[in-house]
């Protein structure tokens, strides 16, 4: 009886616990799948980032020559005679300045001339100016035209045409600039524009103008 007294019966068995530093695979797995997200989001705002850069430095900050052409041109103020052969006239010119930059275009005073047979018979001067950034300038000129100013060798192709009732002559402007980019980029721009057309005396008129 004494001896079923004493006996000693055995602890039952402590529930078992995951040590602190043993993660559950479960967590581990989440852990590292928003690791990887992390890592995809950084390289994807980086690349993106990198793309804008580019973009910005070969469409913004690339500076290009403006656009500079001889749009019009009336005849005012016609006066030939043909005995002797002698012209005077006015042509109303219209200069465009077009801006492809995305800054400011500014040009200094030149002039625009005429020419015929390679010898200058008019010129006008163009006065400082600017074209905004991507706009459109238009300068308005008067030449007078003097055939005075030719010189002996070229009278005889110019009476010619004169008593033809047509007269070819061409037109020359010139104009150099900066392009300023955030008031900080400077880069000058040398743009002209060389143009030919034909005179009609009879009727008073510019035909075939064509530029270059």
């Not at 004493?6 to 530093?21: E, I, N, T, Y």
């Not at 989001?41 to 070969?58: E, G, M, P, T």
Request: charged share 25%.
């Amino acid at each position: 009886m004494a001896e079923q007294e004493s006996q000693v019966w055995p602890l039952a068995p402590s529930r078992l616990f995951r040590r602190s530093d043993e993660e559950n695979p479960t967590f581990k797995a989440i852990r590292r799948e928003r690791s990887n997200k992390c890592f995809v989001y950084v390289f994807a705002a980086i690349v993106l980032q990198s793309i804008l850069i580019l973009v910005f430095a070969l469409v913004v900050l690339r500076v290009k020559s403006p656009g500079f052409n001889l749009s019009s041109v009336a005849v005012k103020n016609l006066k030939h005679t043909t005995s002797p052969t002698s012209l005077n006239a006015t042509l109303a010119t219209e200069l465009v300045i077009k801006n492809k930059n995305f800054g400011e275009y500014k040009f200094e005073g030149s002039s625009a001339s005429l020419w015929y047979g390679g010898f200058k018979v008019g010129e006008a001067k163009i006065g400082n100016g600017s074209v905004k950034a991507r706009g459109t300038k238009r300068v308005s000129l008067s030449i007078e035209v003097k055939s005075n100013r030719l010189p002996q060798e070229a009278k005889n192709g110019f009476e010619g045409e004169m008593n033809s009732g047509y007269l070819k002559i061409s037109s020359y402007a010139k104009l150099s600039g900066k392009v300023n980019l955030m008031k900080k980029i400077k880069t000058r721009k040398t743009i002209d524009t060389n143009c030919t057309m034909v005179v009609v005396l009879k009727s008073r008129t510019v035909k075939d103008l064509v530029c270059r």
